[in-house]
Protein backbone atom coordinates (compact mmCIF):
# COMPACT_ATOMS: atom_id res chain seq x y z
CA UNK A 1 0.00 0.00 0.00
CA UNK A 2 1.34 3.42 -0.57
CA UNK A 3 2.59 5.37 2.58
CA UNK A 4 3.78 8.71 2.93
CA UNK A 5 5.79 9.91 6.07
CA UNK A 6 6.76 13.67 6.78
CA UNK A 7 8.84 14.25 9.02
CA UNK A 8 11.45 16.73 10.11
CA UNK A 9 9.29 19.98 12.05
CA UNK A 10 9.23 21.70 14.92
CA UNK A 11 9.77 24.58 16.97
CA UNK A 12 11.62 27.49 14.99
CA UNK A 13 12.28 31.30 15.53
CA UNK A 14 11.70 34.00 12.29
CA UNK A 15 14.02 33.67 10.44
CA UNK A 16 15.17 30.17 11.10
CA UNK A 17 14.87 27.11 8.69
CA UNK A 18 13.94 23.54 8.64
CA UNK A 19 14.22 20.88 6.69
CA UNK A 20 11.23 18.73 5.96
CA UNK A 21 11.71 15.13 4.63
CA UNK A 22 8.81 12.57 2.68
CA UNK A 23 9.87 9.17 2.98
CA UNK A 24 7.48 6.77 0.45
CA UNK A 25 6.59 3.37 -0.08
CA UNK A 26 4.45 1.16 -2.04
CA UNK A 27 4.84 2.57 -5.40
CA UNK A 28 7.65 3.58 -8.21
CA UNK A 29 8.57 7.04 -6.24
CA UNK A 30 10.64 8.09 -9.55
CA UNK A 31 7.63 7.54 -11.42
CA UNK A 32 5.61 10.30 -9.88
CA UNK A 33 5.68 14.26 -9.41
CA UNK A 34 5.55 15.07 -5.57
CA UNK A 35 3.83 18.15 -4.19
CA UNK A 36 3.93 19.78 -0.50
CA UNK A 37 0.50 21.14 0.84
CA UNK A 38 0.02 22.62 4.10
CA UNK A 39 -2.80 23.44 6.30
CA UNK A 40 -3.12 26.89 8.89
CA UNK A 41 -4.83 26.80 12.24
CA UNK A 42 -8.25 27.56 11.06
CA UNK A 43 -7.87 27.78 7.25
CA UNK A 44 -7.78 25.97 4.33
CA UNK A 45 -5.92 23.61 2.71
CA UNK A 46 -3.13 24.95 0.48
CA UNK A 47 -0.60 24.12 -2.51
CA UNK A 48 2.93 24.80 -1.33
CA UNK A 49 5.10 23.18 -3.57
CA UNK A 50 5.64 20.73 -6.78
CA UNK A 51 8.13 18.82 -8.36
CA UNK A 52 8.38 16.62 -11.25
CA UNK A 53 9.41 13.14 -11.82
CA UNK A 54 12.99 13.50 -12.32
CA UNK A 55 13.20 16.80 -10.90
CA UNK A 56 13.63 18.56 -13.72
CA UNK A 57 11.06 21.10 -13.50
CA UNK A 58 9.68 22.78 -9.95
CA UNK A 59 7.06 24.94 -8.66
CA UNK A 60 6.15 27.20 -5.76
CA UNK A 61 3.13 28.81 -4.72
CA UNK A 62 4.15 33.02 -4.31
CA UNK A 63 4.04 33.46 -1.09
CA UNK A 64 6.80 30.75 -0.70
CA UNK A 65 8.76 31.80 -3.45
CA UNK A 66 12.70 32.26 -2.64
CA UNK A 67 12.63 30.96 0.65
CA UNK A 68 11.54 27.64 0.28
CA UNK A 69 13.14 24.99 -2.21
CA UNK A 70 11.92 21.56 -3.17
CA UNK A 71 14.05 18.53 -4.06
CA UNK A 72 13.90 14.78 -4.44
CA UNK A 73 16.42 11.71 -3.66
CA UNK A 74 14.53 8.82 -5.70
CA UNK A 75 17.25 6.40 -4.58
CA UNK A 76 15.96 7.23 -1.23
CA UNK A 77 12.50 7.37 -2.13
CA UNK A 78 12.58 10.86 -0.36
CA UNK A 79 11.32 13.97 -1.02
CA UNK A 80 12.27 17.27 0.83
CA UNK A 81 11.41 20.48 1.22
CA UNK A 82 13.97 22.73 2.39
CA UNK A 83 12.55 25.87 4.15
CA UNK A 84 14.54 29.08 4.86
CA UNK A 85 13.70 32.82 6.06
CA UNK A 86 10.66 31.49 8.32
CA UNK A 87 7.65 33.70 8.98
CA UNK A 88 5.29 33.66 11.53
CA UNK A 89 2.26 33.12 8.55
CA UNK A 90 4.72 29.71 7.88
CA UNK A 91 2.89 27.79 10.70
CA UNK A 92 0.94 24.89 9.71
CA UNK A 93 0.75 21.19 8.97
CA UNK A 94 2.82 20.38 6.42
CA UNK A 95 1.71 17.26 4.38
CA UNK A 96 3.55 15.43 0.85
CA UNK A 97 1.20 14.56 -1.83
CA UNK A 98 1.62 12.05 -4.65
CA UNK A 99 0.10 13.88 -7.72
CA UNK A 100 -1.41 11.34 -10.55
CA UNK A 101 1.43 11.44 -13.36
CA UNK A 102 4.81 12.18 -13.73
CA UNK A 103 3.73 16.26 -13.91
CA UNK A 104 2.40 18.64 -11.70
CA UNK A 105 -1.02 19.95 -13.03
CA UNK A 106 -3.33 22.14 -10.79
CA UNK A 107 -6.23 20.99 -13.06
CA UNK A 108 -5.52 17.40 -11.72
CA UNK A 109 -6.17 17.92 -8.45
CA UNK A 110 -8.48 14.98 -8.01
CA UNK A 111 -6.07 12.95 -8.85
CA UNK A 112 -3.71 13.65 -5.56
CA UNK A 113 -4.97 10.57 -3.45
CA UNK A 114 -2.07 9.39 -1.22
CA UNK A 115 -1.21 11.97 1.54
CA UNK A 116 1.13 11.35 4.30
CA UNK A 117 0.27 11.72 8.27
CA UNK A 118 1.95 15.50 8.38
CA UNK A 119 4.66 17.08 10.03
CA UNK A 120 3.77 20.70 12.35
CA UNK A 121 5.77 23.67 11.92
CA UNK A 122 5.83 26.22 14.06
CA UNK A 123 7.30 29.63 13.51
CA UNK A 124 7.50 31.82 16.90
CA UNK A 125 9.24 34.34 18.76
Known amino acids: EVQLVESGGGLVQPGGSLRLSCVAS????????MSWLRQAPGKGLEWVSA????????YYAGSVKGRFTISRDDAKNTLYLQLNSLKTEDTAMYYC??????????????????WGQGTQVTVSS
Open 97 to 114: AREGSQYYSSADYLSRNY
Open 26 to 33: GFTFSNYA
Open 51 to 58: INSGGGRT
